[in-house]
């Protein structure tokens, strides 16, 4: 049978509807690529951000290598532009002046703020999608307050916004105009004015640009034109304000990401007296003087917020990085009005040295009253702030077994074992000089120094040893343990259980490391009039000695056999600056590395990706971080 075929062509419905459905997926196709949320914009977004952290990241290098130029540790003008130059342009390394911080904008646009201790803060610039309420308003003389609620036709010479909180706004304006800033808690009560300024005062900055930085406040702002006084009626429009006022609002980024510490950290409170007469606070009072108060050490701090119960004083004095007395603030109570209501964050501080001074308020000047440690804990708390790149700086040791607790342990000697990927951190066995029980051990502490791994219990597998360990040094040879016992002139050899291989004899050692090179040991020792380094085989034997005089308190090493250099620690000055000196092995000479601030009970120091560690056993030396801890510097 023939079969009869049909022509198989498009209809011209099934024609419509397919170019419907190809108009369809053309606009889907086209909004994915370029409409709000496409992947063409967050591809854009994703460069954008690529470019802007790697700025960050050489700018922070940039940093690092602005601290290492330096014998302080800390971040110089000179050290900065030198270090800075060729990542941003010559314009803003010429905007670096002074002691920092300093703000600086990176070829993407981003601003930076730098301080001198190292942190690199983005900025966030917002000088658009912002309104100033300006209002007519007067100023009381008599109590500095600027009154909104004018009368009708009063004559008027300035304008003012609202009340508004600010993280950080720079605030420029023309030659012509003056400027006044008020001051309010966040409930929107007067708390002070600074004088009228001009472009022209001297405590501005020149060129025009950011005139005046006002951080972390409620304020108002009041525009004058200088050609007028308090009788003249001269009003300015909102087209002659944007002409001749500017400004920029910051966000500090890292401030989404700050880290809250409010354990692990100890207050060394010392029995204290007031100075009426300059507000100094004194701590070395005499026997029998009348005391109501505590006050602690001088300490740091990125950012604090301090509680108090309704019950106490506190008093905030401020001092230089010298200790040098600054100014104190007045006794503050909780129901203070320029204070939160609800008994949190009564008090932020940023970035100052601080003594701290707490007093009860059922005595006066006159009154004898004494706070303990636990009524001082349950009427006092705190939360200590910092970015994570200044987390990296400081490390509040763990607790251990037999410790003390929150105050982890007296570290002696320090070694990072490659294999295992943690450090080896020899612990004394006292926490304080009286105790009369010792409980030596040596502590296996996380690469972060924050988590304690297990302990090596020698006080258990060697109960003859004395419990006076100091330095100790991984044997990559056999993966073992050298300790040094200073006070019995002896050099431990164990292994990782802790179980005893042998001893050699070696007097007044400190400070040990283990060289792979020669399968030896290098040996640092105190002498009277200074130390020696020693290189020995592992039976005692001298291949070759250092001699050093001079240089007193010589204590733990750390041997970098790339350069052939060993780095190690002298003083014991546990209120001021300690010190790295290093030697040159293949000329013996010696020589002034580093001067440590923030380090005072030195005990253990190590080089690892161009960080220097630096165990301190404040605690038991009572020194002016009275805690044990781990400081962490750039190289």
């Excluded at 420029?172 to 007067?190: E, R, T």
């Excluded at 964050?345 to 009253?369: M, P």
């Excluded at 040879?477 to 002896?490: C, F, L, P, Q, R």
């Amino acid at each position: 049978m023939v079969k009869n075929e049909r022509n198989k062509g498009i209809t011209l419905i099934a024609l419509i509807v397919t170019i419907v459905v190809l108009l369809i997926l053309a606009g889907v196709t086209i909004n994915a690529i370029t409409g709000s949320e496409s992947a063409m914009e967050k591809a854009t977004e994703a460069r954008e951000k690529n470019i802007q952290g790697s700025e960050l990241e050489q700018i922070k290098l940039c940093v690092v290598n602005a601290m290492a130029q330096g014998l302080d540790g800390k971040v110089s003008e000179t050290n900065l532009k030198t270090a800075l130059n060729g990542v941003v342009a010559q314009s803003e390394i010429n905007k670096i002046t002074g002691a920092g911080p300093w703000t600086i904008q990176g070829n993407s646009g981003k601003k930076y703020r730098i301080t001198n201790s190292g942190l690199v803060d983005i900025l966030d610039v917002i000088t658009s999608g912002f309104d100033f309420k300006w209002q007519a308003a007067t100023l009381d003389s008599s109590n500095g307050v600027i009154n909104t609620n004018v009368l009708s036709g009063y004559p008027l010479n300035n304008y003012l916004s609202d009340i508004f909180y600010f993280d950080k706004i720079k605030i420029n304006i023309s030659d012509n105009i003056l400027i006044k800033i008020a001051y309010y808690d966040a409930n929107g009560n007067f708390i002070s004015a600074e004088p009228w300024k001009s472009k022209s005062q001297t405590n501005w900055s020149n060129g025009g640009i950011e005139k005046i930085t006002i951080e972390d406040s409620y304020i108002r702002i009041c525009i004058a034109d200088t050609t007028v006084n308090s009788t003249g009626a001269y009003t300015l429009t909102s087209e002659e304000i944007a002409s001749r006022f500017s400004y920029e609002i910051y966000k500090n980024k890292l401030e989404e990401n700050v880290e809250v510490i409010s354990s692990g950290f100890y207050f060394n409170w010392k029995t204290a007296t007031l100075d009426s007469s300059n507000g100094n606070i004194n701590y070395s009072a005499s026997s029998g003087a009348t005391l109501n108060n505590y006050l602690s050490d001088v300490f740091h701090f990125e950012k604090i917020k301090l509680n108090i119960s309704d019950n106490l004083l506190i008093k905030i004095a401020y001092y230089d990085k010298n200790d040098n007395f600054i100014s104190a603030d007045p006794w503050k109570s909780k129901n203070q009005t320029n204070w939160s209501s609800g008994g949190t964050e009564q008090i932020i501080i940023e970035d100052s040295y601080i003594r701290i001074c707490i007093a009860d308020t059922t005595v006066n000047s006159t009154g004898a009253y004494t706070l303990t440690d636990e009524q001082l804990s349950s009427r006092f708390t705190y939360e200590i702030y910092g970015s994570e790149y200044e987390q990296k700086s400081k490390i509040v040791l763990p607790d251990v077994e037999k410790g003390e607790t929150g105050k982890g342990f007296t570290c002696t000697g320090l070694t990072y074992d490659e294999t295992d990927k943690c450090f080896y951190v020899g612990n004394y066995g006292k926490m304080l000089p009286s105790d009369s029980t010792i409980y030596n051990t040596i502590v296996k502490l996380s690469a972060d120094g924050n988590t304690v791994l297990g302990e090596i219990k020698l006080y258990d597998t060697i109960p003859t040893m004395t419990g006076d360990i100091q330095g100790l040094t991984v044997d990559y040879s056999d993966n073992t343990i050298w300790v040094v016992a200073y006070a019995e002139g002896k050099i431990y050899h164990i292994n990782k259980s802790g179980t005893l291989i042998g001893t050699v004899n070696h007097t007044g050692a400190n400070g040990i490391a283990y060289d792979n090179r020669t399968d030896t040991l290098w040996v640092l020792a105190i002498t009277n009039n200074g130390g020696n380094i020693k290189n020995i085989t592992k039976s005692g034997e001298t291949n070759k000695t250092i001699t050093f005089t001079g240089i007193s308190a010589v204590d733990q090493m750390y041997l970098d056999t790339q350069s052939n250099t060993i780095y190690f620690s002298a003083g014991a000055n546990y209120n001021s600056n300690n010190y790295i000196y290093k030697a040159n092995l293949n000329t013996d000479e010696i020589s002034l590395y580093k001067t440590l601030e923030d380090s005072y009970a030195i005990e253990g120091i190590w080089i690892k990706d161009n960080l220097l560690y630096v165990m301190n056993d404040g605690y038991y030396h009572s020194a002016k971080y009275r805690y044990n801890y781990m400081m962490i510097y750039s190289l």
